[in-house]
């Protein structure tokens, strides 16, 4: 599970056309953060990485549907204005990377996130990451890096709790040198007034099944160590606490590095952080060194999941789609064994691409997009490719090899562009107020007048594509309705708009799974290689036949050629 950040979460990024957020925009998403979109005023709009830009979060929402975190790379004194935009837009997380935001501010935000059920993490916060699944900030910085040091919490994993930017990345870093797995590692910001404080991260954690225990980067200052040790007392927070206090040699008065970390009027010393924790039975090291080993001392008499074995502490490289042991293959987490008889082909792709299983509906919307697609006759270029490699003799895996090889932006890329075309009339209608037939109609005349094509409309053969029809009507069991998915009621709005220049243009197969993949939240990286999936089949089927019904080295003709199989029948005939 982890806390607060996964990949199922949707992110958007305020201060997305800034230098910070573009280049982190880029690096969570490099890590699995299903980042969605960003906000600018006055760059609505534009695109950064392919992801549409908005004036507002409101408009981002309107377009995006409910966006669950936002995180901020908005310079200080701008913080206070765009935080609360997104809480009043129905945003529940808020992260504030921006060092320096006034104290004001923050508590003002504070009080709008109370009244709107919402929370943040900083101001002056690194972020927080689960590794192996996602992160929102910048810890860990590139992906590859964050991916080597800290090792994901699968099975289960500690939860780190820091009060240092620089301190959360090297507990991590040095925990996973030890061998000890990650569920979370959430940097609480370095300023005196925070949103999350360590005993409500704490709380979250101890709700966490996946975490088997609390490590704490503590400070001098604030009462966050002495606030998680009440609830320990009033048995609150129950698992195993490993703490390192920073600051011992500093004095009363002194700022120890952090706004938030200074001893006043005798509060918040280092010895009373210790003797507080220690009164309640957390295990508190002296020096940083001692955590990791500290650590591991508490995770083997636990006897939990959260260690690694010597292989997996050795391994230089990680992949999160598959686990191979002796007598055992696992795929995204579940036994394969299980899956087989159990979820359909199309509920499995789902599962290796997504990361996670699909409801039954989905699974079999799924198998009727794979099903859609799995030929379309000897004309397409891949099935002549294929066929025209195997007549030279070619093995069967270099032909079907060359059909795939012809699937490109104007050979099945049609998806993709079709459900960024769709996304793209989505952002416009949003921040121009518009009603989707509104702005598909303005899309459609604008088509008209340029004499540019929309990818994922008409057809050369089918006025009325059959597939289409039957994967809305899948889609609609799947729960994707025109009121909910947005989309699909976008393609349906074109379709419309097309309708009423008099010259119908109808959403195809290719605009139908383009809007529908982009309803299910897949990322559109993957929707060609979903039509390689699908047409794979048709090609191995159209290689056999070539290599064993025909001549070797045949002019084939693309459009000249009949079909000799059984009659069209019903199925269970
Ligand atoms: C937040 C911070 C990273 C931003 O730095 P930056 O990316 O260099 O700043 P930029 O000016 O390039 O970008 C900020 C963007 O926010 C945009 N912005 C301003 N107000 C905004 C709002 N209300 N909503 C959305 N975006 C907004 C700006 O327009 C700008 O985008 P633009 O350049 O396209 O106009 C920086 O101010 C900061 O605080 N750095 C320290 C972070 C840190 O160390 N944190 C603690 C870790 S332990």
């Not at 699974?363 to 379309?376: E, F, N, P, R, T």
Request: glycine letters at 14%; charged letters at 20%.
């Amino acid at each position: 599970m982890a806390i607060l950040i996964d990949e199922t979460k949707k992110v958007i990024v305020q201060g997305i056309t800034g230098r910070e957020g573009r280049a982190r925009a880029s690096l969570m998403r490099d890590y699995g953060t299903n980042v969605v979109g960003g906000v600018t005023p006055g760059k609505g709009g534009q695109e950064v990485l392919g992801l549409p830009v908005f004036d507002t979060v409101g408009q981002a929402v309107a377009a995006l549907g409910p966006i669950d975190i936002s995180v901020l790379f908005v310079p200080a004194s701008l913080v206070h204005d765009a935080a609360i935009e997104a809480i009043e837009a129905g945003v529940k997380l808020v992260v504030l990377v921006a060092d320096r935001v006034p104290v004001w501010d923050a508590m003002a935000i504070a009080d709008c996130a109370k009244k709107h059920g919402a929370s943040f993490v900083g101001p002056n916060t690194l972020g927080v990451i689960s590794p192996g699944r996602a992160v929102v900030g910048m810890i860990g910085g590139r992906a590859e890096s964050a991916r080597a040091w800290f090792k994901a919490g699968n099975p289960a994993g500690v939860g780190i709790i820091s009060r240092s930017g620089g301190m959360s990345s090297s507990t991590g870093y040095y925990l996973g040198q030890a061998g000890v797995r990650i569920s979370t590692i959430c940097h609480v910001g370095g300023d005196a007034v925070l949103g999350l404080r360590i005993p409500d991260v704490a709380l979250m954690f101890e709700a966490d099944p996946q975490t088997e225990a609390i490590v704490i980067f503590g400070e001098i200052g604030s009462s966050q160590e002495e606030d998680l040790a009440d609830l320990v007392r009033a048995g609150k927070v129950t698992k195993p606490i490993i703490a390192y206090i920073g600051g011992k040699a500093a004095k009363e008065g002194t700022r120890f590095s952090h706004a938030g970390a200074i001893i006043e009027g005798g509060k918040g010393t280092h010895a009373g952080k210790v003797e507080a924790l220690r009164g309640v039975g957390a295990i508190v090291v002296e020096s940083f060194g001692g955590l990791p080993e500290a650590t591991v001392g508490v995770l083997r008499k636990l006897g939990g999941k959260s260690l690694m074995t010597e292989a997996e502490k050795n391994a230089v490289w990680t992949t999160a789609v598959t686990k191979i042991e002796p007598n055992r293959v696992a795929v995204r987490g579940y036994d394969i064994a299980e899956l087989m008889g159990h979820v359909s082909f199309g509920a499995a792709v789902y599962l290796i691409l997504t990361g996670g299983l699909p409801t039954a509906a989905i699974g079999k919307l799924m198998d009727g997009i794979l099903v859609s697609s799995i030929d379309h006759g000897a004309t397409p270029p891949s099935c002549l490719a294929a066929r025209t490699v195997a007549s030279t003799g070619a093995s069967l895996s270099q032909s079907v090899a060359s059909g795939i090889a012809s699937i490109n932006r104007h050979h099945g890329g049609a998806i993709e562009d079709c459900a960024r075309a769709l996304g793209k009339l989505l952002a416009d209608a949003g921040k121009a107020g518009q009603t989707l037939d509104e702005a598909a109609g303005a899309m459609v005349a604008d088509i008209k007048a340029s004499g540019a094509r929309i990818s994922g409309f008409g057809h050369r053969i089918h006025t009325k594509d059959p597939r289409t029809a039957r994967l809305f009507a899948l889609a609609d069991e799947a729960g994707l309705t025109e009121g909910s998915a947005r989309h699909v009621a976008a393609a349906r709005a074109v379709e419309r708009a097309f309708a009423a220049t008099g010259k119908p243009l109808p959403v195809n197969v290719d605009g139908a799974i383009g809007a529908i993949l982009a309803d299910l939240g897949l990322d559109p990286r993957v929707f060609n290689g979903i039509f390689m999936i699908a047409r794979t089949p048709g090609l191995v089927a159209h290689v056999t036949e070539e290599q064993t019904r025909e001549k070797p080295m045949r002019r084939i003709d693309p459009v000249n050629h009949a079909y000799d199989g059984p009659p069209v029948r019903a199925l269970g005939t």
